[in-house]
């Protein structure tokens, strides 16, 4: 009769157990979550951070370009020097042909590359706004996405101190528990979606749905041992029946009141 009722607590202690193990796995996975509520805010600012980066490489080609636009008319105006002194010292009509061909299109020349200039520092300006603007929305989102993530760290915070909780309360359980038996819950729990103990209605296993063998039913409605379901694996238990209203209280209160207690 004791190993009976100690079979009957441990079955008790595996349901307190399955139903903490059940909010522990609900809590992780809801902890687990929490970085995708991160996830609009750091794709935000990645792109927004992409977009700057790819204005800055921009600013660096045409910084580049502008050098050796500068370097160029450095160069077109030595030339052009020695073309306007070669043209002074001319001596007859071919040679100053000659020359002032040389010099008008060296000339020009310097024009083309005064308008580059031109508009090499129209795009340094126009594409700076551009980075300057992105780099103003990256305050804006590196903000937001810091307090997301201050905001995530405090909910995981409160997740980590409730299962903290849960998993002492489990720790204090496990004990009243065969050292066997646990192993093996924790074994078919691992391979069964975090369920590893579950009630028998109806001759039916409240995991599986499979129909239990009667026998085995039976058994397990005595709780003499603890059985696992011959489909699924699940260790089974049948809950008790609720009780049941007294029969004689039940026709007591339903009954119709006498003339005395109707004051007649």
């Known amino acids: 009769m004791n190993e009976r009722f100690q079979i009957k607590d441990q079955l008790l202690a595996l349901q307190k157990l399955q139903e903490l193990d059940l909010k522990i796995d609900s809590l992780k996975r809801k902890k687990a979550a929490l970085p995708a509520n991160l996830k609009a805010a750091q794709d935000a600012f990645n792109k927004v951070k992409s977009a700057s980066e790819l204005k800055q490489g921009a600013i660096g080609e045409i910084e580049k370009a502008r050098k050796q636009t500068q370097a160029a008319i450095e160069l077109n105006k030595e030339r052009l020097e020695r073309a306007g002194k070669k043209l002074e010292a001319v001596h007859n009509t071919q040679e100053f042909q000659a020359a002032s061909k ?17 508009k090499t520092a129209l795009e ?4 700076g706004k551009d980075r300057a603007r992105l780099d103003e929305q990256l305050v804006g989102l590196k903000a937001e996405l810091d307090a997301r993530q201050t905001e995530c760290d405090g909910h995981a915070g409160v997740i980590d101190a409730e299962v903290a909780v849960l998993m002492n309360d489990r720790r204090s359980l496990v004990p009243m528990i065969d050292a066997p038996v646990v192993l093996r819950y924790d074994r ?3 391979a069964r979606c975090g369920i590893g103990f579950v009630q028998a209605v109806g001759g039916r296993c409240g995991g599986c ?8 039913y039976n058994e397990i409605q005595k709780a003499g041992e603890i059985h ?7 260790m089974l238990f049948v809950p008790p029946a609720p009780p049941q209203p ?3 209280a ?8 006498s003339e005395s207690q109707n004051g007649k």
């Open 188 to 190: 078919v729990r691992a």
């Open 250 to 257: 039940a026709a007591a209160d339903g009954a119709v009141p």
């Open 124 to 127: 340094i300006d126009t594409v």
């Open 209 to 216: 749905n499979m129909m239990i063998p009667p026998q085995l």
């Open 102 to 118: 040389e010099f008008e299109q060296l000339r020009k020349l310097g024009i083309s590359f005064d308008e580059q200039m031109k």
């Open 228 to 234: 696992s379901c011959p489909n699924c694996n699940r």
């Open 246 to 248: 007294d029969t004689a």
